[in-house]
Each structure stands twice: as C-alpha cells, then as structure tokens.
C-alpha cells in the first residue's frame, strides 16, 4: 500500500448535528479520501474527483466540509499545523489544498 497523501488523526466528524467520531481520522491515498473512526472503522469513502470540500462560512480556521456521496460531513481539523515532529491534525486549509491536488484541480 503506497504512503498516504495526506493523513490527519485526531480529527471530529459529524454529519449535521450529529457527532459521528471525537478522534476520527481523514486519509487520501491511491485517489480515494477515506473517513474513519477513532478504531479505523470506514465512515465514508469516495474517489477523490467525486468529493468537494470547502470551507464553511463563519467558521473557524480548523473547519472543514467534504461532500461524498451526497453526505456532507463536518470536520474540525487543526486551527493550525503542528510543529514538525509534533502530534496534532494540521489545519483545514491544508485538507481542503490536498483533495484539489489529489483530484488533479487547481485551487
């Protein structure tokens, strides 16, 4: 299995105003974006040219929107990226930057 592209643990998924997992985690590897729980059960997956994401407006700089299939998930990243070396999810700005990469699209 190659190295994910981008891999954030620690991350809250919801799904309206539902609380899916507190320490979720959110993958992109082989042009899939992966949702998982905490035990790294699948929430959600999708191929990475299938899946928006987006900032919402009036939110915090650790907020996150992706839609997959038809599903539209919450997900508080960090509000900014860990030091190097340091545990932590890094920031919203950089999830949103790896699925337009991923998904071959400029951002």
Do not use: C
Not at 80 to 85: C, K, Q, V
């Amino acid at each position: 299995m190659a190295e994910p592209e981008f891999r954030a643990t620690g991350v809250r998924i919801g799904k309206r105003l539902r609380s899916l997992t507190r320490a979720g985690q959110v993958r992109i590897s082989d042009g899939r974006l992966q949702l998982l729980t905490s035990y790294g059960s699948e929430i959600d997956s999708a191929p990475v040219q299938a899946v928006r994401a987006s900032k919402p407006w009036f939110a915090a700089d650790d907020r996150a929107l992706a839609d997959l299939n038809g599903n539209r998930y919450s997900l508080t990243l960090g509000d900014h990226d860990p030091a190097p070396g340091e545990p932590g999810p890094p920031a919203a700005r950089r999830f949103i930057e790896a699925v337009r990469k991923a998904a071959g699209r400029k951002g």
